[in-house]
C-alpha cells in the first residue's frame, strides 16, 4: 500500500504565500514524476506544476513566475511553494506521484486526498 498525505493549505489573502508539502509512505521502491493538480468548484482538475525524479519541472501557464514544485527523494515528498496567490488560484489541491512499489514492479500513479487553498480578494 502507498499512502500520499497533503498538509499546508489554508486561507490566504490576495498576493499571500502557502506552502503546500505532499510525502508519501508505504511500500515504495522508486518514485518517479511527482505533481501537483488542483480542482475549482464546478471546474476540471488541471495539472499545475510537475517534476521528475532528476528534478525538471514544468508549469501551467498561470502559474509560472509565481509556483515553484521542489522534492526531497529521501523524504518521499514533494513541496509546492505558492507566491502572489489571486482569488482565481481559490481550489482543492492534489497531489500525484509515479510510484514502482516493492511488491509490484511496475509505476502506479497514486493520489492524495487533497488540501483547501482559498485565497480571499
Known amino acids: 500500500q502507498v499512502r500520499l498525505v497533503e498538509s499546508g493549505g489554508g486561507l490566504v489573502q490576495a498576493g499571500g504565500s502557502l506552502r503546500l508539502s505532499c510525502a508519501a509512505s508505504?511500500?515504495?521502491?522508486?518514485?518517479?514524476?511527482m505533481s501537483w493538480y488542483r480542482q475549482a468548484p464546478g471546474k476540471q482538475r488541471e495539472l499545475v506544476a510537475v517534476?521528475?525524479?532528476?528534478?525538471?519541472?514544468n508549469y501551467a501557464d498561470s502559474v509560472k513566475g509565481r509556483f515553484t514544485i521542489s522534492r526531497d527523494n529521501a523524504k518521499n515528498t514533494v513541496y509546492l511553494q505558492m507566491s502572489s496567490l489571486k482569488p482565481e488560484d481559490t481550489a482543492v489541491y492534489y497531489c500525484?506521484?509515479?510510484?514502482?512499489?516493492?511488491?509490484?514492479?511496475?509505476?502506479?500513479?497514486?493520489w492524495g486526498q487533497g488540501t483547501q487553498v482559498t485565497v480571499s480578494s
Open positions: 500525484k506521484a509515479g510510484v514502482v512499489t516493492t511488491y509490484l514492479r511496475y509505476e502506479n500513479d497514486y
Open positions: 508505504g511500500s515504495i521502491a522508486s518514485i518517479n514524476a
Open positions: 517534476i521528475t525524479r532528476g528534478s525538471s519541472t
